[in-house]
Each structure stands twice: as C-alpha cells, then as structure tokens.
C-alpha cells in the first residue's frame, strides 16, 4: 500500500512537472514581458518628462545635454551593446528568417535587452525623437528566447515560436492593441501565418495584455475620436490625397534611411565611420537646433503632440512634420536603440493638421487619423498591421475602410521610393547565401553589417568602425 502510494506521487510529482516545463515557464514569460513592456513605459515618460522640464526652463541647454548625451549612446552602444541599436525589429525579422540558433545568441541576449533599456534612457533624457514600442518588441522576443534553456527538448521550432510569441506581446503590450500585436507577427515578422504557432501566439499576447491592463487600467493609446454617423462627401478625395502625400513622404524617409552614404556629405560620411561618436554628437546638435526651431515640439517620440491635435487641445506649425521627420532622421543616423513608431505617427498627425487646410469641411481628427495610418503603412510597408494599430489605438471601427484604403495606396507609393524599410535593415544581420555556401573557414567573431552601405561588412573594427545597422 505504501509502495502504491510513493509510486503514485512520484508519478503526480512528473505530471507536475511536464505541466510545469509545457505551461508555467511560458506563462511565466509571458508575464515578465507584460510587467517589463509597462516599467520600460513608464521609465520612457519619466525620462521625457525630465527632459521637457528642464528644456523649459533652460531653452538653449539642449544646444549642449543633446550633443554630450548623443555621443554616450553612440559609445555605449558600440562599445557594450552591438545589436541594440534602433528599433530592434529587424533584429527580430533577421532572427526568424536566419535562425534563432544563429542570431539569437547576438541579437536576443539578456545584456542586449538591459542596455536597449538603459540607452534609450539616456537618448530620451536627450530629447532624441524615438519611440518605445519597437524597443519593446525587441526586449519581449529576447526574454522568451531567453526561456529556452528551461526546457529540455528545446529546438529551433520552439525558439522561433518564443521569439515570435514574445515579439508580438511586446507590440501588444506597448500599444495596448491585442489585435495588432497578431497581425504584426503574421505580416511583418514572418510574413506567413504558422498554424503550429497561432495558440502560442495569442497565449503570449493575452498573457501581456492582462498584465498591462491590470498595471494601466482599460484604455486607448489615443483616446476614442468622434467621427459622427455621417461621413463627409470629399471622404474619398481626402483619403486619396492623404495617401498619396504620406506616401511620398513616408518613402522619402525610407530611402533616407536605406542611402545614407548617397545624400550625406562625403566629409560626414568619413566621420561616421573614423570617428561615430562625434558623428553622434553632431547629429545630437542637429536635433537640439531643429528643436529650438519648432519651439520644442520635435523633441521626443511626438506623442504629445499628436494627442493633443486629435483632442483639439494643440495648435502646431505647418512646417511640425517636415521638421519631425528631421529630427528623426538624425535620431537614426548614429545607430542608438530607439523605435519609429510613435515618432511615426505624430508626423502623420502633423500631415492630417496640414491636409485640414485644404479639407477644412471635415474633423481634424478623421484626417488626422487618415494621415497617421497613411504614414506608418509608407515607412514600414505593412499596410494590415498599420490600420489595425491606428484602429485600435483611436477605437475607430468606423473608419476601417477609409483607414484601410489609405495604408494600402500609402505603401505602395511609398514602394515606388525604397523597399519595406524593416526588411531592409534585417538583410544587414543576416549572412549572405554566398557565404552560406562557402567552405568553412576558421570562425572570426562577426559582428554586425553597415550603417553605410558602401562599407565592408567584415565586422573587423581596425578597420571599419562604422559596422552598426540602423532599425
């Protein structure tokens, strides 16, 4: 009886602990990612509310903080955190195409993921135009990746199904959009949809967005706009322009971004790659003086602003994206951790304020959130995942159709300029199929592509400092 009863406990004891490996460390994951996606939140703030603080009582002091915090996230970035710079989302996409295996180890570390946090920190306190959210991506597919020594038969099928679980979570938990965070993993992370990975998916994404909800309360990232039950009758002329001209825009910004060596100066260039971290300064002074020329309102992700046209509360210059995008592309040019995504959006925010002028019949806020769409289906090229977001974060379901029209015609404009800009970058951290091919040859440690696409790629610091991807 006693040898029955030991032998049927033991036997609870390994179901328990097959649930346990199968369920709860998943779980557990999912978790963490949640309460990690809302402290790197609420650090972001904390860090920009600094900054607007003491920008507001010292206008010119971004003329110097700027510039001085520029060139230590340029140094800390290449000198203890290679592969966290940028959004981090191409880090993601390389790592699911090439292999987790392969990139995981470089792109998806535990380190990597504390000093996208710090970095971004210290550029936020600098008043540089990025977002959070792409970074939360990033650090939610690193904290899964990094729950695969917890299982005993990990392989390359469940470290692609944690990483791509902890990614989506991460855009979900940052936008508070469960929706998007799928479609996001289907359209742009693997461009497919895996039936063996959907339950984990969505696990992941109700997991987080419990957390962040319980953390944050039930709310929309942009409030809930009031569009009335009637539609107005230039409803599709608005839309075809707001697409056509977030489009271009939008593509231009890409293609900034993807040619660098092709419009900056050649004296720059050489700079950026002998000496990155005056490079950074540089462009930290840039962004201090187109700054002080918008009056403030560049500085940061741009959420504010973009919340404030859409509640009527804010009044901005015509020139605010044009500017913005400005002040974005000098956030990117010295490869520092940091996102597009809010950046984006506010600049779209600035283009629907613009179209207004010419649409002045119609609500702000309708071609404000046509405008938002417009723009972030041009720089990423994800037309599903750019209306599903703007859907979800403004709780238009009214819009749907215009707000699909107008990320579709809005991406492939933008196409006509550059290639999907995420899947560009990832390109940079994969190995080329050529060097896949070739015989094997002692193991160099490699670091990462570019940022210039002129440059050699060896990854060989005495020889090219200027080896960092933009994301």
């Known amino acids: 009886m006693a040898r029955t009863s030991l032998f049927h406990s033991s036997g ?35 860090g920009y509310g600094q900054f607007r603080a003491v920008q507001q009582q ?21 000198r203890f955190f290679r592969g966290a710079e940028g959004s981090g989302i191409p880090q993601v996409i ?4 090439e292999g987790t295996s392969t990139l995981g180890p470089r792109t998806l570390t535990l380190k990597l993921l504390a000093g996208k946090i710090l970095v971004s920190l210290l550029a936020i306190l600098g008043g540089f135009t990025i977002g959070r959210e792409g970074p939360t991506v990033q650090i939610g597919a690193a904290m899964m990746y990094n729950l695969r020594r917890f299982y ?14 902890g990614a989506a ?5 940052a936008f508070n959009t469960p929706l998007a965070g799928i479609v996001f993993a289907i359209e742009e992370l693997t461009r497919s949809f895996e039936a063996r990975a959907s339950g984990v998916l ?36 608005a839309v075809l322009l707001t697409a056509i001209v977030t489009g271009i825009a939008g593509g231009i910004f890409g293609w900034l971004l993807l040619h660098t060596s092709r419009w900056l100066p050649a004296p720059l260039v050489q700079m950026h790659r002998e000496r990155p971290v005056v490079f950074g300064a540089l462009c930290g002074l840039a962004i201090a003086v187109v700054g002080l020329v918008s009056g403030g309102t560049t500085f940061g992700s741009g959420y504010a602003e973009a919340r404030g046209l859409l509640d009527g509360r804010e009044q901005l210059s015509l020139f605010y994206p044009f500017l913005k995008m400005a002040s974005m592309v000098g956030s990117y040019l010295p490869g520092i951790p940091g996102g597009i995504f809010a950046p984006s959006l506010s600049i779209g925010a600035g283009f629907g304020n613009l179209l207004h002028h010419v649409f002045s019949s119609m609500q702000l806020p309708m071609l404000i959130a046509l405008a938002m769409v417009g723009y972030l289906a041009a720089v990423t090229q994800s037309p599903i995942t750019s209306f599903v977001i703007v859907m979800e974060m403004i709780n238009g379901h009214a819009l749907v159709i215009s707000l699909m029209a107008t990320a579709l015609i809005a991406s492939r404009v933008a196409r006509l300029f550059a290639p999907p800009l995420y899947e560009a970058l990832a390109l940079r951290y994969m190995t080329p199929p050529a060097a896949k091919a070739a ?33």
């Open 439 to 471: 015989p094997a040859e002692p193991e160099t440690p490699k670091t990462l592509e570019p940022l210039f696409e002129d440059e050699p790629a060896d990854g060989r610091e005495n020889e090219s400092p200027a080896d960092t991807p933009r994301g």
């Open 202 to 237: 969505i696990t992941a994404i109700i997991v987080a967005g419990v957390i962040a909800l319980g953390l944050n309360g039930n709310y929309t990232y942009f409030g809930t706009i009031e569009i009335g039950s009637h539609f107005p009758d230039l409803l599709a002329v």
């Open 94 to 97: 390389a790592a699911l195409h």
């Open 58 to 78: 010292h206008v010119w002091l971004p003329l110097v903080a700027t510039p001085l915090l520029a060139a230590a996230c340029v140094w800390l970035t290449r």
């Open 152 to 165: 005993p038969r990990s392989n390359a099928l469940i470290e692609r199904q944690l990483v791509l679980a």
């Open 12 to 46: 609870v004891v390994r179901r328990a602990r097959q649930i346990w490996r199968r369920y709860g460390v998943f779980w557990l994951g999912a978790i963490a990612v949640g309460l990690v996606a809302v402290f790197y939140a609420r650090l972001i703030d904390w």
């Open 169 to 173: 979570a991460g855009l979900s938990a």
